[in-house]
């Protein structure tokens, strides 16, 4: 059983809203309607070609081999799969894996070797593949904002 | 040490408050911002910030490591990590130390002794502190009962991890016991991960009075005089103010002596509290915790001394000595401090965040508001609801007070509900000015509080 909505619901689902990336926002449960536009948000997804970011999952130094002097794990033109590991963010002493999250290929790799990153920032750029594109058809990571 | 760059681990109207400790001391700031914080007033006046995760805390301010790893990450050598989130972790103050960055705060040890209430406790009688009558750990609701029998009803069920009044139960009548210990402990067991429960005496005409210290690394230790902070809601300060009214000088002395001792014995380093629970019917104190931070409610003892508390920190941490001794300090009149929270008072104080239209604060030189709200400001739901605090400063308590009635009077507040209005009626009420204050004071009063008030 779903419950109706409560005014406390929709001021989170707002609130939410309006943390989001998203520009639109169109929801209907139950007896309520309810529609919001977001006018500091970025200009949406307009075409297909748009690149997808990777960003980062958590703070730390990023680190774009598996170990020191090992070959970057992926160069420019790189062809991914969604569960391509593309690098690795040291916290502290632990690592964790950062994977592509899309198909498609490496267009841009802004973040150098050892570098510092905080949370959400872009660690690579990504051209989806034309089937990806037609399947995401938005943006579908965190910090798509620059 | 010398401090070059500050990680400021904290949001809200404390952030701002250490970015400007900050400023006066040459320190360069890198504030910690959730993603929901990106763009608040801290943000905008620190030097620099760094996101550290998601609005959710536990993913972004309560995370040691990503904290620790923040500040290694921005070359920072200091952390201050204001009030709430980890300033009371032992464990993240022993992490900083580990790579190297210097906790604005007490040694780590002296954090986990008196994070311990039933340890506190053991402590502050051992150096000769009076503490209420109470027990150890209880394990059973026989064992309670067998406590409550000896000291006598009511009660107080205490969480030993405790602290924001969560795990703390009062028992008047013993076939209460053992429901409130169960919902006691389990209350522990969800807020602070231990479930252990100590029972103390309950003194029902208390006031709550803490003495502000600090403490260097070469064993010295002052004290910046009490603050009385009886009136509590659900044990949360609304409103403290300095010195403590209505108690006699011989009083006032023995609990300043007191938290001295305690201090000095423990070679506490860094700015601290000494609570008391002051019972005015027997005209005699207790202690009750030692807080091993900054408090909330600094701002009026700074106001009665000319000493900026947070400043002090910094240079205590930075390995110098103090730079008074008890003479130096001098105090000069009354201050009074009011927490305003987006809470609505008329339904049950519940949270209220939203987007604030208008935020036009009163302004004059006896006036301080330590806030981060302004017009437009988008109050987070996802932290605690306090949007400012507003110290006034007179030459004696009644000045102090009708200053603050006025300037509560001028304070406008739009688009969100606020307890601004509850606060006008608490400093318009006979019993506070009087000083006829009491733990209870805030409960009563809650239902008295006229419908029609806005």
Known sequence: MTQDPTQEDIREILQAFELSAYAHL??????VQLAADRAAALPPASSPAATACVAAPLLGVF????????????????????????????????????????????????VPD????????????????????????????????? | VTLRRVLV??????????????RNL??????????????????????????????????????????????????ADAIHPGYGFLA????????????????????????????????????????????????????????????????????MLKAAAGGGGRGMKVVRELDQLQPMLVAAAAEARSAFGDDTIYLERYIPNARHVEVQILGDRFGKVVHLGERDCSLQRRHQKV????????????????????AVKLAEKMGYENAGTVEFILDQDAECFYFLEMNTRIQVEHPVTEAITGIDLVEEQFRIAAGQPLRYSQDD???AGHAIECRITAELPHQGFRPDPGRITAWKPPEAAHIRLDSHCYAGYLVPMFYDSLLGKLIVHGDDRRQALSRMQDALARFEVAGIGTTLPFLRFVMGHPDFSAGRVNTRLVEDLIHKLPEATT
């Open chain 1, 63 to 110: 680190q774009t081999a598996a170990e020191p002097g090992a070959p970057a794990l992926v160069e420019l033109g790189a062809v991914v799969k969604p569960d391509t590991v593309v690098g690795f963010i040291r916290t502290l002493d632990q690592s964790t894996a950062v994977v592509a999250g899309v198909d498609g290929t490496v267009v841009d790799l802004p």
């Open chain 1, 26 to 31: 169109e929801l209907t449960v139950g007896p």
């Open chain 2, 26 to 75: 040459g320190l360069e700031t890198v504030l910690t911002v959730s993603e929901a914080d990106r763009d608040s007033l801290p943000a905008r006046l620190a030097d620099r910030t760094v996101c550290i995760g998601p609005p959710a805390a536990t993913r972004s301010y309560l995370d040691p490591r990503i904290i620790v790893a923040a500040a290694v990450g921005v070359a």
């Open chain 1, 114 to 146: 050892g570098q510092f990153v905080e949370f959400g920032q872009t660690l690579l750029r990504i051209s989806p593949s034309a089937m990806a594109a037609v399947a995401s058809g938005r943006p579908d990571q965190r910090g798509t904002s620059p």
């Open chain 2, 9 to 22: 681990a904290n949001r809200g109207e404390i952030a701002v408050r250490i970015i400007r400790a900050c």
């Open chain 2, 239 to 258: 409103v403290e103010e300095a010195p403590a009214p209505a108690i006699s000088a011989a009083l006032r002395r023995n609990i300043r002596r007191a």
């Open chain 2, 329 to 331: 300090i001098r105090f």
């Open chain 2, 88 to 155: 009371e972790s032992a464990d993240f103050a022993a992490l900083c130390g580990a790579y190297g960055i210097t906790f604005v705060g007490p040694r780590p040890e002296q954090i986990r002794r008196m994070g311990n209430k039933l340890e506190a406790r053991a402590l502050a009688r051992q150096h000769g502190l009076p503490v209420l009558p109470g027990s150890q750990r209880v394990h059973t609701s026989e064992e309670a009962a067998e406590t409550a029998a000896r000291i006598g009803l009511p009660v």
